[in-house]
């Protein structure tokens, strides 16, 4: 990997964490749920600044080239991330789903008690 796409792409990280750490502040993301996003940057972040270890990650899995296992690993943490908000969405409709039934039948009692 060359010194200039290295640098490159350790500026993206550092704006990565920079709009992380910006969403955090304006609250519009959960401390909660932003773990993964976290973790998903420190190991692109690790991977930047050692080469090394992304040149060995692609022969032990047999990539042609350290760009294409850099992809790989994005496009791993992407799937991962949208395999987590799927998850929290899923709960979330259930729960949207129970409170909704609740307040039906909270405002049918309400209407039988004002009759």
């Known amino acids: 990997m060359s010194l200039h796409l290295r640098i490159?792409?350790?500026?993206i990280v550092v704006a990565y964490f920079w709009l992380i750490l910006y969403f955090i502040k304006k609250k519009m993301l959960a401390l909660k749920y932003i773990l993964l996003w976290l973790f998903s940057g420190l190991v692109m972040g690790i991977l930047v600044l050692f080469p090394q270890l992304l040149e060995i990650f692609v022969k032990l899995v047999g990539i042609e080239t350290p760009m294409y296992g850099l992809f790989l690993v994005g496009i791993f943490f992407i799937l991962l991330i949208l395999m987590s908000l799927t998850a929290i969405v899923s709960k979330q409709t259930e729960r949207i789903k129970?409170?909704?039934?609740?307040?039906a039948m909270l405002e049918k009692r309400l209407r039988e008690l004002e009759k």
């Open 8 to 11: 490159l792409l350790g500026l």
């Open 98 to 103: 129970n409170l909704a039934q609740n307040h």
